[in-house]
């Protein structure tokens, strides 16, 4: 997992992914699949998958059983 530091700024750490994810989840949700296939060209699996983990511990995103992305706010 990259955190910020001298080494990666911002925009290329788990928080930037983070970020960049919560702007581009829909507001009806999206399937976990298909949102990667729609920001993979942004970023790689590993920093998806990181980026991913971290919004869903801190509460900020929902993932159905039918493996569906919601937002909370």
Do not use: W
């Not at 992914?17 to 699996?45: C, N, S, W």
């Amino acid at each position: 997992m990259k955190y910020p530091s001298k080494l990666y700024s911002i925009q290329e750490s788990v928080v930037g992914k983070m970020t960049m994810l919560m702007e581009m989840i829909p507001e009806d949700g999206i399937g976990v699949e298909d949102f990667f296939y729609k920001i993979q060209r942004h970023m790689a699996l590993e920093d998806f998958m990181d980026a991913m983990t971290c919004l869903y511990m801190i509460g900020s995103i929902d993932i159905t059983r039918g493996n569906v992305v919601f937002k909370i706010c």
